[in-house]
């Protein structure tokens, strides 16, 4: 099986898709994702509470897409568990055969979630990504592949003095690759990423730039209006309304954005995240010449 771990040293520029869960997802849903997106891209990312629903464990439905020969980076948070139960399901992870985990911080249920959630502090994203570090010089544990240990960021224009303070403590953590949240301000990602250059900090890490193939205007706004680490200029928004058929137009500005991501010094690959239709990811991908038809 190919795996996300291999592909970040031997491909130019990975390419990572994520799964689409919600409440009601069962097995025969993730299968066929599975099979739409798995020989497109280097591995499905499996994402925590994906939009502020709660959906089956991430653990669950990673094991499913290995099962079915689809490599699957593990996405867990630092706020929904304790220490005990997320180094219980990164020890499942392992056993499981997930050789990738993206670790975050993550964020409370939306306050419309009730009865809300209790919050659990137990660990920040830096303790949670050095605890899978330790985890990885176990000696103990034995039969199994260490973690590709991976982060996230919101790109953003840094300031002349910036140097990345959160992002070094992660790299220093452990991580070895970061995700950078959605963004279609090129102008910002270029930016953002150029100052990780500057400080050398992208030698001990990969950075994915996150993209999405958007199906309407109705749901880029959604995105921005809703999720504050997504970055979605309103000209993106006016393509889609204007365009005759939506869709296509989503798919045509996602390929334009991933060539043009290829080309950012310093970016390693691209995760197209969900959009409700992987169709739609995978003929984005096709259109951006980055892998073949």
């Given at each position: 099986m190919k795996t996300f771990k291999d592909a970040i040293h031997t491909?130019?520029?990975v390419l990572t898709a994520e799964l689409l869960l919600a409440p009601d997802s069962d097995a025969a849903s993730i299968i066929e994702q599975a099979r739409?997106?798995?020989?497109?891209?280097?591995?499905?990312?499996?994402?925590?509470?994906?939009?502020?629903?709660i959906h089956m464990s991430p653990l669950?439905?990673?094991?499913?897409?290995?099962?079915?020969?689809?490599?699957?980076?593990?996405?867990?948070?630092?706020?929904?568990?304790?220490?005990?139960?997320?180094?219980?399901d990164m020890l499942g992870a392992r056993a499981a055969g997930i050789t990738s985990l993206q670790l975050v911080q993550g964020k409370k249920m939306p306050d419309s979630y009730q009865p809300q959630p209790m919050q659990v502090t137990d660990l920040g994203v830096d303790e949670l990504i050095a605890t899978a570090d330790v985890i990885n010089e176990d000696a103990q544990i034995t039969g199994a592949s260490e973690f590709l240990i991976g982060g996230a960021a919101k790109a953003h224009s840094p300031k002349a003095d910036w140097s990345a303070p959160?992002?070094?403590?992660?790299?220093?953590?452990?991580?070895?690759?970061?995700?950078?949240?959605?963004?279609?301000?090129?102008?910002?990602?270029?930016?953002?990423?150029?100052?990780?250059?500057?400080?050398?900090?992208?030698?001990?890490?990969?950075?994915?730039?996150?993209?999405?193939?958007?199906?309407?205007?109705?749901?880029?706004?959604?995105?921005?209006?809703?999720?504050?680490?997504i970055m979605i200029p309103g000209k993106i928004?006016?393509?889609?309304?204007?365009?005759?058929?939506?869709?296509?137009?989503g798919i045509q500005i996602c390929s334009e954005y991933l060539q043009k991501i290829s080309t950012i010094p310093g970016i390693a690959g691209a995760n197209l995240i969900a959009n409700g239709n992987p169709a739609m990811t995978v003929e984005a991908i096709k259109a951006s010449g980055l892998r073949g038809g």
């Open positions: 491909q130019e520029f739409v997106l798995g020989p497109h891209v280097d591995a499905i990312l499996v994402t925590e509470n994906q939009y502020g629903a669950a439905a990673a094991s499913i897409l290995i099962h079915e020969g689809v490599d699957a980076i593990l996405q867990l948070s630092a706020c929904n568990r304790n220490r005990a139960a997320l180094i219980g959160r992002l070094v403590g992660k790299v220093d953590a452990g991580a070895k690759f970061i995700h950078t949240q959605l963004c279609f301000d090129l102008k910002v990602l270029r930016s953002f990423v150029a100052e990780l250059v500057a400080i050398k900090l992208v030698r001990r890490c990969s950075v994915i730039a996150d993209m999405a193939a958007l199906p309407s205007a109705d749901s880029a706004r959604w995105l921005r209006e809703n999720l504050s680490h928004i006016q393509r889609l309304k204007a365009a005759v058929a939506p869709e296509q137009e």
